[in-house]
């Protein structure tokens, strides 16, 4: 009997054990995975995944992104070949894309899927300005990027010729194209039918073959921290090019115009954010020196003496360093709107130009304050000199005394040729009504 009983307790245990390892090994967690290719990605990528072989039974990534860095693009495929749980990108939600670097991360995933208006490919090298990288050096990294493409194909067992022209002939194709083409592995519409599409799937890590169990699955989702999605938002090629340039344009205008520090502080903060998110770009440095160059001629040109020659040089090094700010050799997969960039340098410029002409003006301007400033304007009488009375100049009423002691009567005009104290030394004005009095009265 205690035999029988220890039998009972000893097939309860195991069942229990069982149960719980089912329940553990069903824990899916979905991951948003959308924007560009580039560090920020890549830190999350591998946080995830980190996380995840711990965890969670199977990661689905929910890819939609334009492209990115060459650079990026290698570490994540990386960290997804070496993955210690199974990966799913899964090119989702309809209309989205895996352009470009995009391609490279479905094509390394243990199961590439699909939603049904979705598009992957495009994936050859351009500089970020959207040109073709030029003759010999292109023709290296394009060959280089389309053995990575046919190596990450082989390995998962998908079509490498139509990988590989995904690359050379910068093919694109719909879920559909891409399913008939061996180069994904299923189309799904929603998480449910992605589960049941790779239920009972073999798929090859780093440490052996594993057969997906996804009988009983959960579901956990992910998102992205606060902290890297500020990140990801300055990091991308527009966002830090006009924080560089407004912060640039604010701390100038700071100088021009002291006063509060507040155009300096915001200033100093957007250049320090800018010059992080370019960091983290192919960036050309040339065309950071060019930008900051031609500024700096545009303002000391307006010193000199208003809008000249030399603005329009500092207008011509603003454009250029623009247009190849991020012109870097490499062959990354990242494209940048020439014609917002276009827009954002007329905007700006335009912008520089009449708020350093108004506050340079403004510092020019004689002031107007203070007695001594009421020489010379003109003043009109509201109480009979004779040869002391009242008179309306400059938006006040003054006291006022005729130099030769002649009797100025009511309603003349008069021009003031001195200040003694608060009265006003005056002689009649033949000329009547002054340009002074004019825009003061």
Sequence with gaps: MKRLLCLLLLVVALLACQAGAAEKSALV??????????????????DVLNRAAEEAYLVVFELDTPGGLVTSMTEITKQITQARVPVVLWVYPSG??????????VMSAHVAAMAPGTRMG????V????????????????NDLAAQMRSLASARGRNTHVAEKMVTESLSLTAEEALKAGVIDCVAADLESLMAAIDGRTVNLATGDV????????????????RLRALEFISRPDVAYLLLVLGIYAIIFEVLSPGGFVMGAAGAIMVLLGAYGLRM???NWAGVILLVAGIIVMVLDLFIGGI????????????VGSLIIYRAPGGELLRFSMTFLAGAIIVLSLFFAVAAWAVLRAMKRKVASGREELVGMTGKVVQDLNPEGTVFCRGEYWKAKSTDGSLIG????VVVESVDGFVLKVKRNDGGRSEDVRRDI
């Design 96 to 105: 989205a894309r895996a352009a470009s670097a995009g391609a490279f991360l």
């Design 308 to 319: 000249g020659i030399l603005s329009a040089f500092g207008a011509v090094a603003l454009i």
């Design 29 to 46: 967690m979905v991951v948003p995975l959308d924007g560009t290719v580039g560090t920020v990605m890549e830190t999350y990528v591998i």
């Design 281 to 283: 770009l192919p960036l």
């Design 211 to 226: 057969t997906l169990d996804l009988s009983n699955y959960k579901v956990f989702y992910e998102e992205m921290p606060a």
């Design 410 to 413: 009511k309603d003349e005009w």
């Design 122 to 125: 495009a994936a050859h090298p």
């Design 127 to 142: 500089l970020a300005s959207g040109g073709d990288v030029d003759d010999t050096m292109g023709e290296k990294i394009t």
